[in-house]
Each structure stands twice: as structure tokens, then as C-alpha cells.
């Protein structure tokens, strides 16, 4: 017997999340809501993107706001969040679409604006305009890699999981109510079809699930092995003047971290750097103390930065050129990514 939406829609009626972006019953959604949502949740987990959305709001009431406002502003707000090109396309898709006057309501349209995707033009239609589509995230990959027991591993199988994440959505009741019948996909993933122990007796789909009669649901979907992360090495300087002020630099607008603020350092490189070359690399000759090192995961390369600080009563101007003084006091609202907080962190307490 193959799963019913009515059995997945009845479910979800009843145990639906209650979420800041999500419409309660009988709303309906909002467009903007719906794809700053999507935006963030794309690498995060939901835990971690509520207060960054909450926040997100109270700055950029509107989908105009947002695209009038500083892109540097939008940086500092999303920093923290990581995968940072997503916030660089988040301000040009609110561009355009202010340009446009409002999202375009169908797919095709919506996979035209920057940072939409083939996953989140499916959500974004789906949840906020009624467009009969399943998006596929991976809970959905696998909720349906279980019910139809794939077991090829990913990321060979994204194809299959696709084609039967399709079929779901060819029930008449899914079409009726694609809002619902793709957030319940999203809940029955999140809540109850989890990654380990998921909780098979109490799934709205229990009965026509193949991996769960075979007794292998906790085994898929199959992860092919991921070779081991590069080592890359850094040093960072943390300086300050008499006043606590700490030199800081923005990083080139593209690239890993583009946009966002730093402390001035070393390029990252394989080798270990010597303590040579990293003073010839220093903004200025000073008594330069190791504070410590700090190690952060980025998706393809781990990274260790040596932290060395120092202090000097003015910090010379050939030093700031390109680079700016920002009060301690100051730094909170800087667009310091999560590896440069730890620097700081670290250089603060050395």
C-alpha cells in the first residue's frame, strides 16, 4: 500500500510545529517570511535560526526594508550564522524583488531571483502561493529514502529521492493542500523520522514504509564516505591602542567570508608559519605575545589561527590604512564571523 496524504495531512494537523515563520491554520502565509526563513534554515538548524530571524524582522520589517538597507548592515546581522554568501544573496534577492514589487508566485520565477535554488523555490512556492511541488531538504530525503527503502548512497541517490518525494506529491489531497503536505514532510523528518531511534510507532506512514518492514529504517539514507578535511594553518594579530580600540579589516566583498570583518592575518595556507614570517606579516613591529590558537570547521577545510596580540599607545596610520579602529565597546555590532569571535575570545583572555 503506498502513503496517503491524508494520513501524513491528519498528523500534521494535529502535531504541526508552531514555528515564527510558519502561518497558523486558516493564515495565510507571508512571501517574505516564508524565503527569509528558507534562507537561513539552508546549512542551520532551526534552534539556531529563530532568534537570527526574530531579529532579522525587527531590522527589516519588510522585504523593502531590507533591500534598502547597507549591505554591511545586513552582514552584522547575519554574522554569526555562517555560510555567508547566503546573506550576500539574501540582500540582492530582496533587491530584485523590491525592483519587482513582490515575489514572483510561481516557480520558474522564483528560481530566477539570487540564492533560490532547487530546493527552496519548490518551498517557497509551495508553502507561501499553493503550488502543487514537493521540495526536497534532507529530512524530506530521508523520510523518502525509509518509505521506499533507497538504499544507494548519497550523494549518488539525490535522483531517486527526488523522483519519490515526486509521487508523494501526486496525491490528490497533497495537490489540494501543498502548503501542509510539504511542512508536514518537513515535521514528520524533524520529529519523528530523525536520523537515529526514529519513532516508527507513532509515524502517520509506519504501515507502508519498506525500510521499517525490513528492519533497516535506522540505517538509511546510506552516506557515501567523506575523505578527511585539508589542515590549513593562519595567525591572526590582535592590536589595540591605549583606549582598548582593536585594528580591524574587511574581507574582499566575494569569497569565504566575503563582506565580513576580520583581524588583520596571515593568508591560510597548508604549512605551519614560522615565527619569521609571521612577524614580516605583522601590521607593525611591536612585542607581539602568543595568545593562544583557535581551530574552526569550514565545509571542505579545517583551520588552525594562531591568535598573537599586542599593544601600543597609538597605532600608526600606515598601519590603519585600509583597515579601521573600532572601540572595544564597538564590537558587538561588527560583522565578525564565528571564527573571528573565537579570536577574539581567545586574544582577550591571553
Known amino acids: 500500500m503506498p502513503p496517503e496524504a491524508r494520513d501524513l495531512l491528519r498528523w500534521y494537523d494535529r ?11 486558516g493564515e495565510t502565509a507571508d512571501p517574505y517570511h516564508v524565503w527569509l526563513s528558507e534562507i537561513m534554515l539552508q546549512q542551520t538548524t532551526v534552534a539556531a535560526v529563530v532568534p537570527y530571524y526574530r531579529r532579522f524582522l525587527e531590522l527589516f520589517p519588510t522585504v523593502r526594508a531590507l ?4 549591505q554591511e548592515r545586513v552582514m552584522q546581522a547575519w554574522a554569526g ?10 540582500h540582492a534577492c530582496a533587491q530584485a524583488v523590491a525592483r519587482m514589487g513582490g515575489f514572483p508566485d510561481s516557480i520558474d520565477g522564483l528560481r530566477l ?27 524530506v530525503e530521508r523520510v523518502v529514502s525509509r518509505l521506499f527503502a533507497i538504499d544507494a548512497p548519497l550523494p549518488g541517490s539525490r535522483k531517486a529521492m527526488a523522483l519519490a518525494a515526486a509521487t508523494l506529491g501526486t496525491d490528490p489531497l497533497a495537490r489540494a493542500r501543498p502548503s501542509d503536505f510539504a511542512q508536514g514532510l ?6 519523528l523520522c530523525t536520523p537515529k531511534r526514529p519513532a516508527c510507532v507513532l509515524c502517520p506512514w509506519a504501515s507502508p514504509c519498506l525500510a521499517r518492514a525490513r528492519g533497516i529504517a535506522e ?13 590549513r594553518h593562519g ?15 574587511r574581507r574582499p566583498p566575494t569569497g569565504l567570508l566575503g563582506g565580513m570583518t576580520e583581524l588583520p592575518g596571515t593568508p591560510w595556507r597548508d604549512a605551519t608559519w614560522s615565527g619569521g614570517e609571521t612577524l614580516a606579516l605583522a601590521p607593525i613591529a611591536a612585542d607581539w605575545h602568543s595568545a593562544g590558537s583557535v581551530r574552526h570547521v569550514f565545509t571542505h577545510f579545517a583551520l588552525t589561527l594562531d591568535v598573537r596580540r599586542a599593544r601600543c599607545a597609538t ?6 590604512a585600509g583597515r579601521f579602529l573600532c572601540p572595544a565597546g564597538k564590537l558587538a555590532g561588527e560583522a565578525l564571523p564565528t571564527l573571528m569571535r573565537k579570536a577574539l575570545a581567545v586574544a582577550e583572555a591571553g
Open 67 to 70: 533591500a534598502e538597507a547597507p
Open 315 to 320: 597605532i600608526p596610520a600606515e598601519a590603519v
Open 235 to 249: 595567525v591572526v594579530f590582535h592590536l589595540t591602542d591605549a583606549q582598548g580600540a582593536v585594528l580591524l579589516q
Open 186 to 191: 518537513f515535521d514528520l523528518g524533524a520529529t
Open 15 to 25: 502535531h504541526r510545529r508552531i514555528l515564527p515563520w510558519r502561518a497558523a491554520p
Open 219 to 231: 540505517t538509511l539514507p546510506v552516506k557515501a564516505a567523506k575523505p578527511a578535511r585539508p589542515e
Open 81 to 90: 550564522l555562517g555560510y555567508y554568501a547566503r546573506a550576500r544573496n539574501l
Open 113 to 139: 531571483l539570487p540564492g533560490i535554488g532547487g530546493y527552496t523555490a519548490p518551498a517557497i512556492g509551495a508553502i507561501a502561493f499553493g503550488i502543487p511541488a514537493v521540495p526536497v531538504d534532507g529530512n
